[in-house]
């Protein structure tokens, strides 16, 4: 709509009258001086006065038109606030409307709902009495405020609906001024927040509870470093004693004896690793696992590694084979945690190998990592365990490990290790046909880019 026409158009009409006016006005003065017993005179006057009526018709017309585009303006306008009081008392949010001093004037559906009071009925009543006791001191000084502030916004407070049970709102206040600035009434969103109160506190107190939980692991880690300390000393001195007595007083044992002390040694052995693994899969659970890094030739890491393996698998006369891209392959890394994740790997694959090789390979690959695959023509895994062979304490074919023994921590420890260095280990098997890890890494390690576990 143009907003300038209504009164451009006053102007115009304004100037009609004018004329219609000045006209009446001359030939009234013109009758008053003049005799009226000549007709042509009088003819003249009467054309005059034709021509003023004329005029003035077309000013009634121009009014006419005025007040259509008036009343058209009107209907817009009606219109436009019939929307605005749709939306008022549709809006999902309270909303309501007083005067300085809290007395409610207006309330949408919403607000009613919230303080369980009928829309007609909340008109004249005073939004304090829905204010807590405890509360309302504060809210008669927000209301003073409101005097010299425009807004308050998202302000979190209690207020109590008729009976029921008081509920979390969180309210925002806007003023509305008169043309003088003054402050007349108050605009109020009032919004439930109860149920994010309550997600609030449920936050909180799973946060507190992981703090605890955070705490707990951090003992038990404590704990469990305590004891393998513990459990490794008499350990030690087990294996050291049994193997002093394997090596150097053999022949004065009978056979039997001598199998027996045999079996000291290995069983002492196999609990060590068993302490140093669940040592290593508390450290790395608990973010304590600290890498040494050190420049070193994962080549011949590998080759001196698969040496000291290679008496486990010819005990099943299986073949280790290695395959290297290169003769020496510097890299970055930690050098004790990179064997421990190969004679994993090695140790698996012998353990579940009853016939055929094992392949030890290692490629370089693109943007400075590297992989280390171990294949192996062993039982397999079948692809519903593939899933959760990493996860700890996990066997694939429970029967089946129980006679291989055990734990099950091997794999958990060997992914938070590469994981730890930055790399990343997969699977890839099928039952009967072998299996084949695949760990890649980068081939330098920085200790500020390595993954938080
Ligand atoms: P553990 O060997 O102590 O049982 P691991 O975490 O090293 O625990 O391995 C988890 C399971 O994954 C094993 O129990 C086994 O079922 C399966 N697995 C691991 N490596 C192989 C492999 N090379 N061939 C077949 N199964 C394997």
Same mark, same amino acid.
């Given at each position: 709509?143009?907003?300038?026409?209504?009164?451009?158009?006053?102007?115009?009409?304004?100037?009609?009258?004018?004329?219609?006016?000045?006209?009446?006005?001359?030939?009234?003065?013109?009758?008053?001086?003049?005799?009226?017993?000549?007709?042509?005179?009088?003819?003249?006057?009467?054309?005059?006065?034709?021509?003023?009526?004329?005029?003035?018709?077309?000013?009634?017309?121009?009014?006419?038109?005025?007040?259509?585009?008036?009343?058209?303006?009107?209907?817009?306008?009606?219109?436009?606030?019939?929307?605005?009081?749709?939306?008022?008392?549709?809006?999902?949010?309270?909303?309501?409307?007083?005067?300085?001093?809290?007395?409610?004037?207006?309330?949408?559906?919403?607000?009613?709902?919230?303080?369980?009071?009928?829309?007609?009925?909340?008109?004249?009543?005073?939004?304090?009495?829905?204010?807590?006791?405890?509360?309302?001191?504060?809210? @008669?000084?927000?209301?003073? +405020?409101?005097?010299? *502030?425009? /807004? !308050?916004? =998202?302000?979190?407070?209690? %207020? $109590?609906?008729?009976?029921?049970?008081?509920?979390?709102?969180?309210?925002?206040?806007?003023?509305?001024?008169?043309?003088?600035?003054?402050?007349?009434?108050?605009?109020?969103?009032?919004?439930?927040?109860?149920?994010?109160?309550?997600?609030?506190?449920?936050?909180?107190?799973?946060?507190?509870?992981?703090?605890?939980?955070?705490?707990?692991?951090?003992?038990?880690?404590?704990?469990?470093?305590?004891?393998?300390?513990?459990?490794?000393?008499?350990?030690?001195?087990?294996?050291?004693?049994?193997?002093?007595?394997?090596?150097?007083?053999?022949? @004065?044992?009978?056979?039997? +004896?001598?199998?027996? *002390?045999? /079996? !000291?040694? =290995?069983?002492?052995?196999? %609990? $060590?690793?068993?302490?140093?693994?669940?040592?290593?899969?508390?450290?790395?659970?608990?973010?304590?696992?600290?890498?040494?890094?050190?420049?070193?030739?994962?080549?011949?890491?590998?080759?001196?590694?698969?040496?000291?393996?290679?008496?486990?698998?010819?005990?099943?006369?299986?073949?280790?084979?290695?395959?290297?891209?290169?003769?020496?392959?510097?890299?970055?890394?930690?050098?004790?945690?990179?064997?421990?994740?190969?004679?994993?790997?090695?140790?698996?694959?012998?353990?579940?190998?009853?016939?055929?090789?094992?392949?030890?390979?290692?490629?370089?690959?693109?943007?400075?990592?590297?992989?280390?695959?171990? /294949?192996?023509?062993?039982?397999?895994?079948?692809?519903?365990?593939?899933?959760?062979?990493?996860?700890?304490?996990?066997?694939?074919?429970?029967?089946?490990?129980?006679?291989?023994?055990?734990?099950?921590?091997?794999?958990?420890?060997?992914?938070?290790?590469?994981?730890?260095?930055?790399?990343?280990?997969?699977?890839?098997?099928?039952?009967?046909?072998?299996?084949?890890?695949?760990?890649?890494?980068?081939?330098?390690?920085?200790?500020?880019?390595?993954?938080?576990?």
């Amino acid at each position: 709509m143009n907003e300038t026409k209504p009164s451009s158009d006053r102007g115009k009409i304004a100037k009609y009258l004018d004329t219609v006016d000045q006209r009446a006005a001359d030939l009234y003065k013109n009758i008053g001086d003049k005799s009226l017993d000549q007709p042509k005179l009088a003819l003249s006057y009467l054309a005059a006065l034709a021509n003023a009526l004329e005029e003035l018709r077309v000013v009634e017309e121009e009014i006419c038109r005025h007040n259509e585009v008036l009343q058209q303006a009107r209907q817009e306008l009606e219109n436009e606030r019939h929307r605005y009081q749709e939306l008022f008392d549709f809006a999902p949010d309270g909303y309501l409307v007083t005067d300085i001093h809290g007395k409610i004037h207006d309330a949408n559906r919403a607000a009613a709902e919230l303080l369980n009071v009928p829309q007609k009925y909340l008109s004249s009543k005073v939004l304090t009495n829905f204010v807590p006791e405890e509360q309302r001191r504060v809210f @008669r000084s927000l209301l003073l +405020q409101l005097r010299s *502030i425009d /807004r !308050i916004q =998202e302000w979190e407070i209690s %207020l $109590l609906a008729r009976s029921k049970p008081r509920f979390e709102a969180a309210i925002t206040v806007v003023t509305v001024k008169d043309s003088k600035g003054k402050v007349i009434a108050l605009r109020w969103l009032i919004r439930d927040i109860t149920a994010r109160k309550q997600m609030e506190a449920q936050l909180h107190q799973i946060q507190l509870q992981n703090l605890e939980l955070i705490e707990a692991d951090r003992v038990k880690a404590q704990f469990i470093a305590t004891m393998s300390h513990e459990l490794r000393t008499p350990l030690n001195a087990i294996l050291g004693f049994s193997s002093l007595l394997l090596r150097h007083v053999q022949r @004065r044992f009978e056979p039997q +004896q001598f199998t027996m *002390i045999e /079996r !000291i040694f =290995e069983n002492g052995r196999h %609990l $060590l690793s068993l302490i140093d693994d669940v040592l290593d899969f508390s450290k790395l659970r608990s973010h304590q696992l600290e890498l040494q890094l050190e420049t070193f030739d994962l080549a011949n890491l590998v080759v001196t590694t698969v040496e000291e393996l290679k008496p486990l698998g010819a005990k099943k006369n299986l073949d280790l084979q290695v395959h290297l891209v290169q003769d020496h392959i510097l890299v970055v890394n930690d050098r004790n945690r990179v064997r421990q994740i190969i004679v994993n790997l090695l140790s698996n694959a012998i353990k579940f190998t009853d016939e055929g090789q094992i392949l030890i390979e290692v490629d370089l690959m693109p943007r400075a990592h590297l992989t280390i695959t171990v /294949r192996d023509t062993g039982i397999g895994i079948a692809e519903a365990d593939l899933t959760f062979i990493f996860q700890e304490f996990r066997q694939a074919n429970q029967t089946m490990t129980r006679s291989h023994g055990g734990t099950g921590l091997g794999l958990a420890i060997t992914k938070a290790l590469t994981e730890l260095i930055g790399g990343n280990i997969s699977v890839e098997s099928e039952l009967g046909q072998g299996s084949t890890f695949i760990v890649e890494l980068p081939c330098q390690v920085q200790l500020s880019t390595r993954k938080k576990l």
